[in-house]
């Protein structure tokens, strides 16, 4: 069985970059049982062909580049996929605040709706927020649009 549960963990990684919890859940969900599940996702994983580290910074500067994601949400999704803090963390460090600030701002000007009001600043600022930005830097980006847009 362990090399049925090996070869359907290579067809499933074929389709889909995948954690090794991923993966683990995924063979289960198959009807592997649990320490096939396990003993496959760990030849794997010392094989190379999982890396969770690996996957978690391609992930990240995936959601920042393409969905403009900011890190809170980055690292919501991550941990919901299983990778361990330390991961997490390593994926998150390549971003600085000033990039995170950059793309906030550059959503705001593509969004292209006005900062005018209150109500707009407070619309802005949970649109940022649910893309996973701080407040801090939601605020920081709200104030140096509506600067812009002011002068």
Do not use: C, N
């Not at 069985?1 to 198959?30: I, N, P, V």
């Not at 990039?99 to 900062?115: C, D, N, P, S, V």
């Amino acid at each position: 069985m362990a090399e049925d549960a090996f070869e359907l963990a290579l067809k499933a990684l074929g389709r889909k970059e995948r954690t090794s919890a991923e993966l683990s859940q995924w063979l289960l969900e198959r009807g592997v049982e649990a320490d096939d599940a396990a003993a496959v996702v760990g030849r794997l994983v010392e094989d190379g062909v999982i890396d969770d580290a690996r996957f978690a910074a391609r992930f990240a500067e995936d959601k920042r580049e393409l969905a403009g994601w900011g890190a809170e949400r980055i690292r919501e999704a991550l941990e919901a996929r299983g990778v361990v803090a330390a991961d997490v963390e390593a994926a998150l460090a390549a971003d600085s605040e000033p990039m995170q600030l950059q793309r906030a701002q550059a959503l705001l000007a593509r969004r292209e709706r006005g900062l005018e009001t209150e109500a707009d600043r407070a619309s802005a600022l949970g649109y940022l927020t649910r893309r996973g930005y701080t407040y801090e830097v939601a605020h920081d980006a709200i104030r140096a649009a509506s600067g812009r847009r002011a002068a």
